[in-house]
């Protein structure tokens, strides 16, 4: 077994790894998803739930990823046949994930990086208008030309490689980032607002309906939908089993001490996703009452675009940090895909870095274009085995998230926990002679109870089994 890090590069120490991995991990999930989840999934519980599963299966899977990567040196592709003969069709598997999210996340980053230029022109007002989003995003030029200025900035930070790359931009935008949210997060709780109707409402009593578990009308299969829309909230905002954390565990030293290093992922993208949900639920709050929260998607270009546009001068100024941070949240995010794809591709086919980002780099430019005229050019209403329509975004977002995601988190506890054994992961998290917290955990949590629910969760998503 190779015990070097991996060809591709290192990250200089413990806190290069841990801002990079969770400048994967801190993305538009954190900012959108969470707290939308949390307004539809009775607030408060719906925290305490996703808490418990961060410190559960959370630090299970993202310590199995981690220390696959850094155990074997090598990206998805290559790790799990490295693990046992026979199960190189998981690593390959995994390389699809990366793959088919790398074709749409720099469509996001494209919406969102035009919201920077919103704020910026003063179009504030025109922005809290309906057709304001789905008219831009229905072009043929813009958002092809947004995406694609997104995708060249991902591209530039890969072919800067680990540590002059990736590195280097997750320690300039992550604190950054989080100070902004801490800032924007404090500033809600001060809002108030009277609506024509002359009701006020103020970010305090925002702050409780975040925060206050709703129980009303909550049966058995009420709470299993929480627990699984926690469940998968979980994985997408963990970056886990898709390969990301297993590249960038293979770019981390040997002394690095992983178990203090995945706690303190685990605390940064919570708290990033918490905070979001103390800034976005409040601010909704105020402004509108309780009707604009169960928004989904449109609740970051739609909902929010509204409150900038009700709270006057200083709206705009808001409106552009928020979605200043949302890009750099996202431009890491998207920097960790497309950093794995170059990886298992230099992996595949024994290129060098920088020909295989550029290669990389012209097939996803086409492939965001082809993404972002479904909605206009090749528009079409696809139905999902979940029930639900989308267009060609949302086919590769429920492909990758919904049914290879769970997939690939079963075989891979299901290897870890009996056919190779959690002594092979919680051996690597003390190969550097720090002691793993919490390791008890992990093996009951590998073996039981993460296989049994990565099935229930894969069923679900499916359309196979319903609550
Ligand atoms: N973890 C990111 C988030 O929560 O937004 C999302 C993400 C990043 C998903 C990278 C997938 C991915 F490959």
Partial sequence: MSDKTNQGGTFTGQLGFVLAAAGS????????????????????????????????????????DISIGRKTGVSSVNAYAKMKKGWGFLGI?????????????????GWISRYIVTYLIGETQAA???????????GEISPVVYALIFMLITAFIVYKGVEGGIEKASRFIMPLLL?????????????????????????????????????????????LQILLDAMSQLFFSLSVSMGIMITYGS??????????????????????????????????????????MGAGPSLMFIS?????????????????????????????????????????????????????????????????????????VFYMEIKLPNGSTGQLLDIMDYISNSFLMP??????TILIGWVVGPKYVTDEVESSGHRMSRKGLYVVMVKFVTPVMMLVLFLQSTGLLNF
């Fill in 407 to 412: 997939f690939i988190a079963l075989l891979s």
């Fill in 304 to 376: 929010l675009p509204k409150v900038f546009a009700a709270m006057g001068v200083v709206g705009p100024v808001f409106g552009l940090i928020f979605f200043v941070m949302a890009a750099f949240a996202a431009l890491t995010s998207c920097v960790s895909v497309l950093e794995t794809v170059v990886a298992n591709c230099m992996e595949i086919f024994h290129s060098e870095r920088r020909k295989t980002t550029l290669i990389a780099t012209v097939i996803y430019c086409i492939a965001s274009v082809i993404i972002v005229l479904g909605y206009s």
């Fill in 25 to 64: 991990a801190v993305g538009v999930g954190n900012l959108w998803r969470f707290p939308y989840l949390a307004a539809k999934d009775g607030g408060g519980l719906f925290i305490l739930i996703y808490l418990i599963l961060v410190v559960t299966f959370g630090f299970t899977l993202l310590t199995s």
């Fill in 251 to 292: 770019y981390v030293k040997k002394d690095v001490n992983l178990s203090k290093s995945i706690a303190q992922i685990e605390i940064f993208d919570t708290l990033v996703a918490f905070l979001a949900g103390m800034m976005i639920i409040p601010a909704i709050f105020v402004f509108s009452g309780t009707e604009g």
């Fill in 128 to 138: 809290a208008g309906d057709k304001y989003f789905t008219g831009f995003i229905t």
């Fill in 93 to 109: 598997l995994t390389f699809f994930v990366p793959v088919l999210i790398m074709t749409y996340y720099a469509v996001i980053g």
């Fill in 179 to 223: 100070l902004m949210i801490i800032f924007i997060a404090i500033f809600a709780l001060f809002l108030h607002h009277r609506d024509a109707d002359g009701v006020s409402r103020t970010g305090l009593q925002g702050l409780a309906v975040y925060l206050t578990p709703n129980l009303e009308g909550l049966t058995l299969g009420r709470f």
